[in-house]
């Protein structure tokens, strides 16, 4: 386990396991449809990658940055759209492909834009969901492999000031990294 971490909440057996079985579900439910996966850099990358060959359907995927995180552990409220992407979503059914869920702030947003754009439906898929936090306007994921408590997680693409991402588990981060 790497030094910076408290323990470790999922491995990489129990998110390999988690991601096939949404992947199934997600094939069920777009069955005969083109849908658009959108995920939200960077924390995504790596579930998005496996979500999308676990759930083996004609789609597209692209990209986008939206940020509401400094290098800070509490959220600043504040969400920038810094990349867009470059599909046309009218008429398209999109799934946001986001790593943790947390006030959903940003996701939020994400799915306003794609509503203006008209897309035939906006989903979220989510890796990690904070059930302790209070969501904005009733936001709910409609995939999510992993709920967790109010701790500042890494690992799996998720990171603290741009580290951790590579590890193949998710872990807590110890509480001496970011309070100080
Ligand atoms: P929200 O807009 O408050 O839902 O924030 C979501 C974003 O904050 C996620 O996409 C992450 O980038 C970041 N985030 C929130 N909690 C954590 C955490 O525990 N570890 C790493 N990043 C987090």
New binding site residues.
């Given amino acids: 386990m790497h030094k910076d971490a408290e323990r470790i909440l999922f491995t990489e057996e129990e998110i390999k396991n988690a991601v096939e079985k949404l992947g199934t579900q997600i094939r069920k439910d777009y069955d005969g449809k083109n849908p658009l996966f959108v995920g939200?850099l960077k924390?995504?990358v790596m579930f998005m990658a496996d979500v999308v060959r676990a759930a083996e359907i004609d789609c597209g995927i692209d990209f986008m940055v939206?940020?509401?995180?400094g290098n800070a552990?509490v959220?600043s409220?504040n969400?920038r759209i810094l990349k867009d992407i470059d599909t046309d979503v009218a008429g398209r059914d999109v799934i946001i492909v986001?790593?943790?869920?947390?006030?959903?702030?940003?996701?939020?947003s994400v799915m306003e834009i794609f509503r203006t754009r008209n897309a035939a439906s906006v989903k979220i898929c989510t890796l990690?969901d904070?059930v302790t936090?209070k969501?904005v306007a009733d936001i709910k994921a409609d995939y999510k492999c992993f709920d967790?408590g109010d701790?500042?997680?890494?690992g799996y693409g998720?990171?603290?000031a741009e580290q951790y991402r590579g590890l193949k588990y998710i872990g807590v981060?110890k509480r001496e990294i970011y309070e100080h």
């Fill in positions: 939200i924390g995504s939206a940020k509401s995180y552990a959220s409220g969400v986001e790593d943790i869920l947390d006030t959903a702030r940003t996701i939020s990690l904070k936090t969501k967790v701790e500042f997680v890494i998720l990171d603290y981060l």
